[in-house]
C-alpha cells in the first residue's frame, strides 16, 4: 500500500467512529432519523425481551435500572451506536429515535454496517474489555444458592444438608452461595451464632465436598446498632438532604434511612474512599477468618440512591450503583444483579429474580443477549425454575416440565445456577432429564471456557442474538434461539411442548443425533422432556 492510500484508509477509519451527532449538554432533544430496516437494542437489561424496540417504546435510564444491568448504550443493525457517559431518555417512533434528558453529551457514531460493527466499536472506545475473568469455576460446573430452600432461615445444618444432597444425587459440586441472613444484621461481618455453631468448620465441610463459598452481601447497614453508630461517627454513611436541594454535605447532621425490600436502613457511601476501606475490609476478613471464597453482591440497585441523599462527593443515583461494582473486581468469584456503565469488567453478572411461569421462562434468552449487548459478557440467566421465592409460597404442585425447560435453556449458557433442589420438588423422569442437561452442559464445558475466555479478551457478547453472528437474513427479531459464540446454535424449549420451530441461517449444522441442517431454512424439531436443540456449525 503506497503511503497516500494507506493515509485515507487512516482517515476514512478514524472518520466512521467521529460522532455523527452531540446533543446538547444539558436535556438537548434530538432526533435521529432511522435508516431502512434499522432495529435498535440496548439501554436496558431487564426489557431485552422487548428488544428490538418498536415504534411506542421508551426508557429512562436516569435513576433506574429495573432491577438489573444497563448501560448508557443504544446498538442498531444498520451498524450505528448511541453512547453517553451519563443516563438519558429515550423514545422510538415509526421514524426516528429521539433523545431526551440527557445530563452529558450524547453521541451517535456511525460504526460500520452491522449490529456487530457497532457493539465492538462501542465496547472498544468506551468500555473496552479488562482480559480478565471471573472465576472459572462459575462457568464449568453448575452453581448453586440456598435461597429457594431456605430463604431467610439459612443456617449451618441445613446448608450442609443442601450441599450433601447435591452430590447424593449426581450432580457435581461447583460454586455452592449462601444467601440472606447469615449475619446478626446488616453491617455486623460475623456468622450468627444461633444459626452457624462453626462457621469455619462448615465451610472447611464444603470445601472437602468441592465445593467453593459465595456469601450474600449489600451496601445497607442496620440502625440502632453498634456498626451503624461508629459508621454514623465517621460520616461513612450516605446523609439526608431533608429536601433542601442546598444543603451541603458537611452540615447534614442525619444519614439517610432507605426503604428496600428488607425494610429501612443506612446505606454507606462510596464515595467516600474511608467508607470503601472499611468495607473491603469486611470482607477479607469473611475471607480469612472463616474462609469465604468470594461474594454475592446484592442490592445497590440505582433506585436506592434516589431522593434526599447527600454523598461525601456528588454522584448521581446511576453512579452509585457504579461505584458498588468496585467491589467485584477485588475477588475472582463475585455475582452482581443491578449493575450501571461496568461493562467489559471481570464482573459475573445474573438476571433478575423471574416468576415460575412460562412467561418468564421466554425472557432469559433476550435479556441475555441484551446484558451481552450492553457489555456484561460474564451472565447467568436466573436461577433454574424462577428465582422468585414469592412465586414458590404455597406453590404445592410445581410445573416440573417447566423446571426441566428451564434447565435445558441455562445448560449451554455462559453459568446455569440452581437454587430450588431439583431432586425435591421432581419426579424420577423429570430428575433424570434435568440430570441429562447438565451432562450436555459437560460435553460442552471446553467450548464454553474457550468462548468466555475468548470474551474477556474482545469484550464481545458469549450470548449473542441471531442478527448479530447472521446479519441481513431476517433474524433480527428472533427471541427463542441464540448463538453461544460464534460456532454453538441453541434452540431451547420455552413452551409445554414437545417440538419446536428452528431457523437455520445460511450454512450447515448438524445436531445432536448426527442429523445435518442446510439453510437458510426454517424446520420443525422433535424435542421431548430430556432432548435440548443444540447444533454445532460446520461450514
Not at 22 to 31: D, E, F, L, W, Y
Not at 233 to 262: F, V
Request: hydrophobic letters at 40%; a neutral charge; aromatic letters at 12%.
Amino acid at each position: 500500500m503506497t503511503i497516500l492510500k494507506f493515509t485515507k484508509h487512516i482517515i476514512a477509519a478514524s472518520l466512521m467512529i467521529l460522532p455523527l451527532f452531540s446533543a446538547a449538554q444539558q436535556g438537548g432533544q434530538k432526533h435521529i432519523k432511522l435508516l431502512k430496516g434499522e432495529r435498535w437494542y440496548g439501554g436496558t437489561v431487564d426489557e431485552g425481551n422487548l428488544a428490538p424496540y418498536e415504534p411506542g417504546y421508551k426508557f429512562d435510564l436516569s435513576g433506574n435500572n429495573n432491577g438489573n444491568q444497563s448501560a448508557p448504550l443504544l446498538v442498531s443493525t444498520a451498524g450505528r451506536y448511541i453512547w453517553s457517559n451519563q443516563p438519558f431518555k429515550f423514545m422510538l417512533s415509526e421514524n426516528e429515535l429521539l433523545i431526551s434528558d440527557n445530563s452529558d453529551s450524547v453521541n451517535i457514531y456511525n460504526a460500520g454496517k452491522t449490529l456487530s460493527d457497532a457493539f465492538t466499536s462501542a465496547s472498544n472506545k468506551h468500555f473496552k474489555a479488562s482480559g480478565q475473568m471471573p472465576d472459572s469455576l462459575l462457568f464449568t460446573r453448575p452453581q448453586y444458592n440456598t435461597w429457594i430452600e431456605l430463604v431467610y432461615n439459612q443456617n449451618q445444618p441445613d446448608i450442609l444438608k443442601y450441599a450433601h444432597a447435591i452430590i447424593d444425587n449426581g450432580f457435581p459440586p461447583g460454586v455452592l452461595m449462601i444467601d440472606d441472613n447469615w449475619a446478626d444484621y446488616y453491617g455486623k461481618f460475623q456468622f450468627r451464632k444461633d444459626r452457624f455453631p462453626d462457621a469455619k468448620q462448615m465451610i472447611l465441610e464444603l470445601h472437602q465436598l468441592g465445593f467453593k463459598v459465595m456469601i450474600w452481601v449489600s451496601p445497607f447497614i442496620s440502625p440502632d446498632t453498634e456498626i451503624f453508630r461508629e459508621l454514623n461517627d465517621d460520616r461513612y454513611l450516605i446523609m439526608d438532604s431533608k429536601g433542601n436541594k442546598a444543603l451541603r454535605w458537611k452540615d447534614a447532621t442525619q444519614p439517610a434511612i432507605i426503604s428496600w425490600w428488607n425494610g429501612y436502613s443506612a446505606c454507606l457511601d462510596f464515595t467516600n474512599s474511608g467508607a470503601q476501606t472499611w468495607y473491603k475490609k469486611q470482607l477479607d476478613n469473611m475471607s480469612s477468618q472463616y474462609g469465604v471464597d468470594g461474594f454475592k453482591f446484592d442490592a445497590g440497585d440505582i433506585e436506592f440512591y434516589t431522593g434526599n441523599i447527600l454523598t461525601y462527593e456528588k454522584k448521581n443515583a446511576n453512579e452509585q450503583c457504579e461505584l458498588w461494582g468496585v467491589f467485584g473486581t477485588y475477588y475472582k468469584l463475585n455475582e452482581y444483579r443491578a449493575m450501571w456503565k461496568r461493562g467489559g469488567q471481570p464482573l459475573a453478572e445474573r438476571l433478575r429474580d423471574k416468576k415460575h411461569n412460562w412467561n418468564d421462562l421466554k425472557k432469559l434468552i433476550p435479556n441475555m443477549i441484551a446484558a451481552g449487548l450492553l457489555g456484561y459478557q460474564f451472565t447467568c440467566p436466573d436461577m433454574i425454575g424462577g428465582g422468585e421465592y414469592g412465586s414458590f409460597i404455597g406453590l404445592a404442585n410445581f410445573d416440573q416440565d417447566l423446571v426441566v425447560r428451564s434447565a435445558e435453556c441455562s445448560a449451554l449458557m455462559p453459568m446455569m445456577q440452581f437454587s430450588v433442589a431439583p431432586w425435591r420438588i421432581l419426579d424420577k423422569e423429570h430428575l433424570a432429564a434435568v440430570k441429562k442437561a447438565v451432562a450436555l452442559r459437560k460435553k460442552y464445558t471446553p467450548y464454553i471456557l474457550q468462548t468466555v475466555s475468548a470474551s474477556a479478551k474482545s469484550g464481545e457478547p458469549v450470548v449473542r442474538c441471531m442478527e448479530y453472528v447472521f446479519p441481513n437474513q431476517g433474524l433480527s427479531a428472533v427471541k427463542d434461539q441464540f448463538m453461544l459464540g460464534d460456532r454453538l446454535m441453541v434452540a431451547p424449549v420455552l413452551d409445554k411442548t414437545s417440538t419446536r420451530t428452528v431457523l437455520f441461517p445460511k450454512g450447515k449444522w448438524v445436531g445432536q443425533d448426527g442429523k445435518v441442517f442446510t439453510g437458510p431454512l426454517k424446520a420443525v424439531i422433535q424435542a421431548p422432556i430430556g432432548e435440548l436443540p443444540a447444533f454445532d456449525r460446520i461450514d
